[in-house]
């Protein structure tokens, strides 16, 4: 039998993470804990690294000369960036999982730190930043409509935020080489969206794309050509997947780059000074890449040699010869890599938690089966690295979204629950992104319904293959996943003999009617793709896992944070109501500073330890201590 991982292994904060190599090349920047919140740390590089074994940390980076920029002292940092002058570090942070996003900055000549974005209630968006203005940075803010997102520009030498463009009603913007905000993104009645575009900041706005409802999930622009005449779009309209494609601004004429009959183009590699497109990935069960620049071929296959994985480019200087590499990887720590174009020669930087290799990890394996109408459904399977294959107690792990999907890679949930014993099943049901809009599509006003015949199934595949205990499965998830668990337990408690719901909805008029102001533009999708509170109201509560609470004969664990701006705490309170009058048994923990999900690493460790000893109560599995 493997020894138990740690949860704070596996759930605590990362030892390091999210390298970002500044624009000269010269520093390093991550995320690390100090004091036990997740900060930004920097340290100086040589600009060619050395090659060695992925040991220790190296790549000629100075680790003793490392010194932590920021000083967060609650939530941690996620998100950051430099700004192209070198001398400016950005960075997002919220306050107790509200989502109003405010942007902070450091200045590493003077260490002064600044929030650059000081308004209660609004949401601040990143838009754009660009080589050839260091200085300036695009930023969205819903300050005058909580709508709406206008844009403004940054002034990082004076801190002047400078309004640009008044929102008429755009869902996004896009920016061009310039930094001249050209493309917007305007939603329609039906769901649809027109792309819009512009020649200047002066010209008038006209519509260059109509992307029907059907195509909204499976399209996205990507970037506007270095001489500003062509848009490259991640675009399904016309065709079953989601391809590359270049349209002429001026004509309208598309060009089609890459495109995959299985699957959506998932990613795009940009040259920085060119803006052609040079590697796109397409995600299926594992990445594959097509390249579409000759003189990065090499590079691609240098950097495929250094590791098993599936490589991501994470961060490059602005001269673009150094590449940061992150590699996708199953069984082990993710590692991050430094890759000297020049000499092709790529250094281990380091590994996100070296202690997980003190561990047997489980590969993550790819399964498909046929749903009960037909339509086929990947996912991945993670079983105990030590024992049967047989006859195991099995967690459904239902992704959220539900427009999204699982991958292949490192997934901390589906280590533990392996480690611990179980089965771990992940399903990319109906409504998933990723393969092609007809499956996302096929998830339309499907939730408890098909989508959660899918899951359904999906059991019934892993025990019709020996691999399931009937009798012991159990539904898990966060936000649609949470959703899911709370259908399975009402809609099918047959099927499972416990649901632990992570900030799911219970009620999804109610759900839909207390979106974030910022998701007005797009309400038609919900409309569309869940149901209208306003026409659908009987329709929307007989999918509303509320309208058969007095169903549930299964034990649930129930976890919500109190700041949770897409699901409402009143989302687990009405379902927790209904437990108490029925008299079901179920926990409830609810967590008074976070939001939509646990970002602070005492909250995960005390959810995880309460769902590990709860899934061993009711499946049998092992439990630290």
Not at 318 to 324: I, K, Q, Y
Not at 530 to 559: C, M, T, Y
Request: aromatic share 8%.
């Amino acid at each position: 039998m493997v020894e138990l991982i740690p949860r704070k292994v596996l759930f605590g904060n990362p030892e390091r993470v999210s390298p970002r190599l500044s624009p000269d090349g010269t520093r390093l920047a991550w995320i690390a804990p100090k004091d036990g919140v997740l900060n930004v740390w920097l340290a100086p590089v040589s600009v060619a690294p050395v090659s060695v074994a992925p040991v220790r940390p190296q790549a000629g980076v100075d680790w003793d000369k490392a010194e932590v920029v920021t000083d967060d002292t609650d939530r941690g940092i996620r998100t950051f960036a430099w700004a192209h002058d070198n001398k400016h570090l950005l960075y997002l942070q919220d306050t107790g999982g509200d989502e109003n996003w405010r942007l902070h900055d450091v200045d590493l000549t003077t260490m002064a730190r600044r929030d650059l974005t000081p308004f209660d209630g609004v949401r601040t968006q990143i838009v754009a930043m660009e080589r050839d203005f260091p200085t300036d940075v695009l930023v969205g803010l819903n300050k005058d409509n909580p709508q709406l997102h206008d844009v403004y520009r940054l002034d990082l030498n004076t801190g002047e935020l400078t309004r640009e463009i008044v929102n008429p009603g755009f869902l996004a913007w896009l920016a061009d080489s310039r930094l001249v905000v050209r493309g917007a993104f305007a939603p329609q009645p039906d769901g649809g969206i027109v792309v819009m575009v512009r020649d200047g900041a002066d010209d008038d706005w006209r519509e260059l794309l109509t992307i029907p409802a059907e195509d909204a999930l499976t399209t996205d622009p990507v970037a506007f050509s270095a001489d500003g005449r062509s848009l490259l779009m991640v675009s399904s309209v016309g065709e079953e997947t989601a391809r590359l494609i270049r349209i002429d601004l001026a004509t309208g004429a598309q060009e089609v780059l890459a495109a995959d009959p299985e699957a959506d183009v998932s990613g795009v590699h940009i040259d920085p000074d060119t803006k052609e497109p040079q590697i796109v990935v397409v995600l299926k069960d594992r990445s594959e890449y097509i390249v579409l620049d000759p003189s990065v071929a090499d590079d691609l296959a240098a950097i495929q040699a250094l590791h098993h994985g599936d490589p991501n480019i994470v961060s490059a200087d602005d001269a673009d010869a150094t590449w940061l590499i992150a590699f996708t990887n199953d069984s082990g720590p993710i590692p991050f890599f430094a890759y000297d174009r020049a000499t092709r020669q790529g250094s281990f930087l380091f590994e996100h938690q070296p202690a997980l290799s003190q561990y047997t990890l489980a590969p993550m394996e790819p399964f498909s089966f046929t749903a009960r109408d037909g339509l086929v459904i990947h996912g991945y399977a993670t079983f105990p690295p030590d024992g049967p294959r047989a006859g195991l107690p099995t967690v459904l792990n239902v992704h959220g979204g539900p427009w999204a999907r699982d991958a292949w890679g490192y997934d901390a949930e589906a280590q533990w629950l392996a480690n611990r014993g179980y089965l771990s099943i992940q399903v990319n049901f109906r409504g998933s992104t990723g393969y092609g809009k007809a499956f996302v599509n096929a998830g339309d006003r499907q939730w408890g319904a098909k989508m959660q015949d899918d899951l359904t199934d999906a059991v019934a595949h892993a025990v019709a293959e020996g691999w399931a205990d009937q009798k012991r499965v159990a539904i898990y998830g966060g936000s649609y996943g949470g959703y899911a668990a709370l259908a399975g337990a009402t809609f099918t408690p047959e099927v499972y003999c416990c649901a632990v719901d992570i900030v799911g909805p219970s009620n999804l008029k109610t759900l839909i009617e207390t979106v974030p102001p910022y998701w007005a533009p797009m309400i038609a999708q919900f409309h569309r793709r869940v149901g209208n509170p306003e026409k659908d109201v009987d329709f929307l509560w007989s999918r509303s896992p509320l309208s058969r609470a007095d169903q549930i004969s299964i034990p649930l664990l129930i976890a919500q944070g109190a700041n949770d701006p897409r699901v409402k705490q009143a989302e687990s309170e009405q379902i927790v109501a209904a437990l108490i009058d029925a008299g079901i048994d179920h926990e409830y923990m609810l967590f008074p500073d976070e939001g939509h999900g646990f970002a602070k690493p005492e909250n995960r460790m005390a959810f995880y330890t309460a769902a590990e000893k709860f899934l061993a109560r009711h499946l049998g599995g092992r439990a630290e201590d």
